[in-house]
């Protein structure tokens, strides 16, 4: 807790140096497009009260804010999605599911909170939208709101599991990670910026590159074995390779988020420019990051 603390105090002056930087830096190179930095500094300064309140208070405060953090990430989810009136019951239902994940989180019931969505909600998600509504447009809209459900709710509900696999380490790891996965994404789009030449993937997310994941892969890996000491239990080996591991699967989930859109939105410019500075593009990467961190911690530790 101690440890923990004196993190996000040194968080906090670290942010506020950042955004200060950001102001100036804005105004002395116009030419530069740094509004994604600014929204992204913008979301930290939202995590950093969130994880405030999370490591001076307990895990359920905690649990209670992802699970409004995974509410209005599915929201926005489904304002991509052209809906017809036979997919509101459908959305209903899937909103329905976000707080008994979060309650098998809260009874530490792990067999129901790990197929509760993969599994039962995926099978009987498509009864909605089968009883008294026609077939047309049935595949897109299920599978849709399957994929939302599974990155906005399944994938961020790992965040608040942390704590209760591990009360002693809970708040450091979800720190550590939170931390390495928004450094990874900066770290590309910055890079991208000033050196990217070599898109990824040029018709979903411009600031994707080639030269951005590196950079971000190397400094990424470098501070998580620089913070790994103070903020979790892991060896010197696990300290590198999750660097390496946050890296690489928030690169996927902001890759995967970033063509979701992209295919939802066709046609529709104006809400795809809107939601580039939505909170949605802001946690894509926690999607993928959190569930793999925490299950590759969970097969090789014990404290989990």
């Known amino acids: 807790m101690d440890r923990s603390l004196f ?11 950042i955004h200060g930087l950001y102001l100036v830096v804005s105004r002395l190179q116009k030419d530069k497009d740094y509004t994604g930095i600014g929204f992204r500094i913008k979301t930290w300064w939202g995590m950093l009260f969130i994880f405030c309140l999370a490591t001076l208070s307990n895990s359920v405060v905690s649990l209670l804010s992802l699970m409004v953090l995974s509410f209005f990430a599915l929201k926005e989810y489904f304002s991509m999605i052209r809906t017809r009136k036979a997919d509101r019951r459908l959305f209903l239902w899937a909103y329905l599911s ?7 989180v809260y009874i530490e019931w792990y067999g129901m909170f790990i197929v509760f969505i993969p599994v039962y909600v995926f099978l009987l998600l498509p009864l909605p939208r089968l009883i008294n509504k026609g077939t047309l447009g049935f595949l897109r809209s299920v599978s849709a709101t399957q994929w939302g459900l599974m990155l906005m709710v399944f994938g961020l509900s790992h965040l608040a599991y ?35 030449r070599h898109r990824i993937v040029p018709t979903a997310n411009p600031h994707l590159t080639w030269e951005g994941f590196v950079c971000a892969f190397v400094v990424t890996t470098a501070v998580s074995y620089l913070m790994y000491p103070h903020l979790t239990p892991l060896n010197p080996v696990f300290g590198y390779l999750s660097g390496m591991l946050v890296s690489l699967s928030g690169f996927f989930g902001s890759l995967t988020v970033s063509v979701l859109k992209r295919d939802l939105l066709i046609g529709d410019d104006d809400k795809f420019a809107a939601l580039q500075t939505s909170y949605l593009s802001r946690i894509d990467s926690l999607t993928y990051t959190a569930p793999v961190f925490f299950h ?6 014990d404290f989990m």
Not at 98 to 104: A, G, K, M, N, T
Not at 296 to 301: D, E, N, P
């Open 98 to 104: 976000i707080p008994l994940q979060f309650y098998w």
């Open 7 to 17: 993190t996000l105090v040194l968080i906090f002056a670290a942010l506020s140096v």
């Open 162 to 196: 942390f704590q209760f696999a591990t009360p002693e380490y809970g708040a450091g790891l979800v720190l550590f990670l939170v931390v390495l996965t928004q450094l990874n994404d900066a770290v590309h789009y910055l890079a991208s910026i000033y050196f990217g």
């Open 296 to 301: 590759v911690i969970r097969y090789y530790f």
